[in-house]
């Protein structure tokens, strides 16, 4: 089988959304939306940096569709638009837990 167009464009668009989650601070923030939402103010304090930096992680991850705002006032609050995400969290550390079964196996020998 080989790769069309369609199917590129499906797999460059997985990648958004991979790759909009690649970074430290951005999956904490996935996490501590998972508990509920969130004000940019509060997110802010739990990361320790400046609220031009918070912004854009959520910027990029509202980009790839993986969170949503919700202004009230002054304030922008936060929340995951798709939960299902979450199981994405479970597979990385499905293969986590078999990267460190691997190295013992190894070690083992």
């Known amino acids: 089988m080989k790769l069309d167009s369609r199917d590129k464009q499906n797999y460059e668009e997985r990648a958004k959304v991979i790759k909009a989650m690649a970074h430290p601070t951005r999956l904490f923030i996935v996490d501590e939306l998972s508990k509920g939402e969130r004000c940019v103010c509060e997110l802010r ?3 320790g940096a400046d609220i031009s930096t918070v912004s854009k992680h959520l910027s990029v991850l509202k980009q790839a569709g993986i969170v949503e705002d919700d202004k009230r006032g002054l304030q922008v609050w936060y929340n995951l638009k798709v939960p299902c ?3 994405f969290f479970g597979c990385v550390e ?3 837990r078999a990267n460190v079964q691997q190295v013992r196996k190894v070690v083992r020998k």
């Open 85 to 87: 995400i979450l199981k």
């Open 94 to 96: 499905d293969v986590l």
């Open 45 to 47: 304090d739990m990361i």
